[in-house]
């Protein structure tokens, strides 16, 4: 699994005309899966989402996490993260796993950190959707499990 981890002051996820996930200051969370990922990776990156220390402390050290701060955060399902740009220009998706696959572990990812007591807000899976952020930092990760 990789996820792409911003720092944000707020974030939303629009299908259409209806706001479906909208967050205050947390984490913007960008997810992808690939053919070999399952249950593990998927506990692995709640562990590290979890405890991830990337906001500051009272002297403004990157030393807290999001369990820390009470933040939120916004987890939207992104297959494009296993897009491979190595030959040509225009991407082959192979290595993203099919949705049957993905939406479940995705699943898995946001109950892990609910059952943390963090609130989240998700995108919905296969809808075509528009991703709003107010990066804080910029603090920008990747991360691969």
Same mark, same amino acid.
């Given at each position: 699994?990789?996820? +792409?981890?911003?720092?944000?002051? #707020?974030?939303?996820?629009?299908?259409?005309?209806?706001?479906?996930?909208?967050?205050?200051?947390?984490?913007?969370?960008?997810?992808?899966?690939?053919?070999d990922d399952g249950p593990d990776q998927a506990n692995r990156l709640v562990e590290k989402l979890a405890g991830l220390r990337i906001f500051d402390d009272p002297q403004g050290v990157?030393?807290?996490?999001?369990?820390?701060?009470?933040?939120? +955060?916004?987890?939207?399902? #992104?297959?494009? +993260?296993? *897009?491979?740009?190595?030959? *040509?220009?225009?991407?082959?998706w192979m290595a993203a796993a099919r949705p049957d696959q993905a939406e479940p572990l995705i699943? #898995?990812?946001?109950?892990?950190?609910?059952?943390?007591?963090l609130e989240v807000a998700t995108g919905r899976f296969r809808a075509d959707m528009k991703v709003a952020i107010l990066n804080n930092g910029p603090v920008t990760l990747m991360i691969e499990v």
């Open positions: 699994m990789r996820a +792409l981890v911003q720092r944000v002051e #707020q974030a939303s996820v629009t299908v259409g005309t209806e706001i479906v996930g909208t967050i205050e200051a947390g984490l913007c969370v960008l997810v992808g899966v690939t053919h990157m030393n807290l996490s999001v369990v820390d701060t009470q933040g939120a +955060l916004l987890v939207v399902s #992104q297959f494009t +993260l296993y *897009g491979d740009v190595q030959k *040509g220009k225009r991407p082959s699943e #898995q990812v946001v109950e892990g950190l609910t059952q943390r007591g």
